[in-house]
């Protein structure tokens, strides 16, 4: 089956980094776009940025261009958000996407940006 599993959220002080990571089995990974959304309290689930099968980045949100990075490794089958010179308003819940037959989710991984 399907899972994506997310890691590499926390706590940490504006201006500071994290990168995210994203486990994926069940499905051919090298050959499928991904997809990294956020979720802020009380506010719909956004597109953050998202990458092709080969590795190219594509629709990066345009609050987090220029701070964000999304990358892929298709033989760990793991994608990443590298996450640059964060703030506040970046606080969020942060899922994997695939879109195969039907949508598929992670768990999320929080990160809060706060001091």
């Known amino acids: 089956q399907v899972q994506l599993v997310e890691s590499g959220g926390g706590l940490v002080q504006p201006g500071g980094s994290l990168r995210l990571s994203c486990a994926a089995s069940?499905?051919?990974?090298?050959?499928?776009?991904m997809n990294w959304y956020r979720q802020a309290p009380g506010k719909e689930r956004e597109l953050v940025a998202g990458?092709?099968?080969?590795?190219?980045?594509?629709n990066y949100a345009d609050s987090v261009k220029g701070r964000f990075t999304i990358s892929r490794d298709n033989v760990k089958n793991t994608v990443y958000l590298q996450m640059n010179s964060l703030k506040p308003e970046d606080t969020a819940v942060y899922y994997c996407?695939?879109?195969?037959?039907?949508?598929?989710w992670g768990q999320g991984t929080q990160v809060t940006v706060s001091s």
């Open positions: 996407n695939v879109r195969l037959m039907y949508q598929y």
């Open positions: 990458i092709t099968s080969g590795g190219v980045p594509r």
């Open positions: 069940g499905f051919t990974f090298s050959s499928y776009f």
